[in-house]
């Protein structure tokens, strides 16, 4: 499927899903073997943010920053955000035993305007970039997201309407609504 110049994966259409951090905690801040995937001009932002989230990041977190920077190329060759012990991402800060992302938390306060790696904010939803400059957009299934996936279907939340806000910064309120309207065709014609 296809909006405007985005390929979409119909599971972003079909599958359910909605984030249920009392049960997870945040773990995606703290899972996986590499960061979150950023792009050059998020890196600067980050850079710009630092003095805002400096105090609220692990001593471990800051020597990570301050020996190879914000992010670093992944063996993929992606741009991702730094990672402390190999997997937690260096901007994770705690709130009892829930992960908070340092960004968002900074933004949040008003001590910021960056929010965080869109990457992050489209989670579960992964972008791709081919080599001719088309863009997909596709659904990724990781396990520590099991209760966001129960949560959704419980709810009824298809993965595009989740990530309503997310999708319209990163495509524009124009493409978010050529989307729902495929989805409700799609919806109508009992394909979905």
Not at 46 to 52: K, M, P
Not at 70 to 81: K, Q, R
Not at 137 to 166: M, S, T
């Amino acid at each position: 499927m296809q909006v405007g110049d985005v390929l979409i994966s119909p599971d972003i259409l079909t599958e359910r899903f909605c984030c249920d951090y009392e049960k997870c905690k945040g773990a995606c801040c703290i899972e996986g073997n590499a960061g979150a995937p950023v792009t050059l001009d998020e890196i600067g932002e980050i850079e710009d943010a630092l003095d805002a989230v400096w105090g609220d990041l692990s001593a471990s977190a800051q020597s990570v920053i301050d020996r190879q920077g914000v992010a670093y190329s992944d063996p993929e060759g992606e741009l991702v955000t730094s990672i402390v012990h190999g997997k937690d991402c260096v901007f994770t800060c705690y709130d009892g035993d829930n992960c908070l992302c340092a960004l968002e938390k900074a933004c949040r306060s008003g001590r910021s305007k960056f929010m965080k790696p869109i990457s992050c904010s489209l989670y579960p939803i992964r972008v791709k970039k081919f080599s001719n400059g088309t863009v997909g957009l596709n659904y990724h299934r990781w396990d520590i997201c099991r209760d966001a996936i129960v949560k959704g279907r419980q709810l009824d939340v298809p993965v595009y309407k989740f990530l309503r806000e997310p999708l319209v910064r990163r495509f524009g309120q124009e493409w978010y609504d050529e989307l729902c309207a495929l989805a409700n065709e799609l919806h109508e014609q009992g394909m979905i």
